[in-house]
């Protein structure tokens, strides 16, 4: 299937997509497609089958109805296409074997080394190359175990990367990854999509990645909607996907989407006839820091100052609001 933009196949075209494991459908008619040379943010709740998607797209899981596509290719499971290059949650591994960061990588040139017994000059020098560029060049000794997170990621990152894919998968990278690391690691994937690679990512960060990447796919069971931003973040769109209320707001000072996800909650939660999900104590908050209103250590909204719902930033002693 064409991809509607550069005339040649889609990087991913899937129709009618069913997968799952056993008798268990986990992503159900599933249709879609991402043109070559995309930029794409999956994003949906935990279980709602972003893991599945990716695996069903590199032959991982079991198509039981429909097609999927690799630049024109039909992917059948067992068999994982060529030019991709898939990189999973960091789960399950075992820390404890002894690799480093090179061998680690080395692992994406496993197609290319064949039935030689050892990587050539040239498999070595890609190898370093790519470490280079990811900027962990310097921890090529290193065992794995001992990086920080966003360097076990940018490893991980690197073997998907030292096989040149034309497609690169990833599931959740951003996971667990302190903001300016994360958002390191995003550069450096922007970097590459520049270079014409077709990079598709799951992730649960709303704000600081779907609302920037060009493509959004929302999933829940299936494809609920793809395209940019503006026509995918809209409020019924993501109720859809998350099965929740959410807000679509605007930073007054940048103008950016912001999408609030705790829309809806709060206020039930804080509801003084609302059954507690655990039992508060009416009386007894001496020490908790809590106003001792009667009502347990949550007090009612008035005894709280008000805050205006615009944006405030706080510098030192001096409070401005930013509108």
């Known amino acids: 299937m064409s991809d509607g933009m550069t005339g040649g196949p889609a990087a991913i075209s899937l129709r009618d997509l069913d997968a799952g494991y056993g008798r268990s459908l986990v992503v ?70 002894p690799m480093s960061v090179a061998d680690v990588v080395m692992l994406g040139r496993v197609g290319r080394i064949g039935r030689r017994p050892w990587p050539s000059r040239a498999d070595r020098r890609a190898v370093a190359v790519t470490l280079d560029r990811l900027g962990i060049g310097h921890l090529a000794g290193r065992h794995i175990r001992d990086l920080s997170g966003g360097q076990q990621n940018r490893t991980f990152l690197a073997r998907a990367l030292v096989g040149n894919p034309r497609l690169l998968l990833l599931d959740e990278p951003t996971a667990n990854l302190d903001p300016r690391t994360r958002d390191d690691l995003l550069r450096a994937l922007v970097d590459l999509n520049r270079t014409g690679v077709t990079v598709v990512m799951t992730t649960h960060e709303v704000n600081a990645v779907a609302c920037r990447a060009p493509l959004v796919v929302c999933v829940n069971g299936g494809i609920v909607a793809a395209g940019h931003p503006a026509a995918t973040l809209t409020e019924p769109v993501l109720a859809a996907t998350f099965e929740a209320p959410m807000r679509v707001l605007h930073d007054p000072v940048t103008g950016e989407r912001v999408i609030s996800d705790a829309a809806g909650h709060w206020d039930a939660a804080w509801r003084a006839d609302r059954e507690p999900a655990f039992p508060v104590p009416s009386r007894g908050t001496a020490g908790t820091g809590y106003p001792d209103t009667g009502d347990g250590p949550f007090a009612p909204n008035d005894h709280y100052p008000a805050i205006d719902p615009a944006w405030h930033v706080t510098d030192g002693s001096r409070e401005t609001v930013a509108r």
């Open 28 to 97: 159900r008619d599933a249709h879609l497609t991402i043109p070559t040379g995309a930029f794409a943010a999956v994003i949906g709740p935990s279980g709602a089958g972003k893991t599945t998607l990716l695996k069903a797209i590199v032959g991982q899981v079991p198509h039981q109805h429909g097609e999927v596509e690799v630049f024109g290719q039909r992917v059948r499971p067992g068999r994982p296409p060529h030019g991709v290059g898939y990189v999973a949650q960091v789960e399950g591994i075992d820390w404890s074997f």
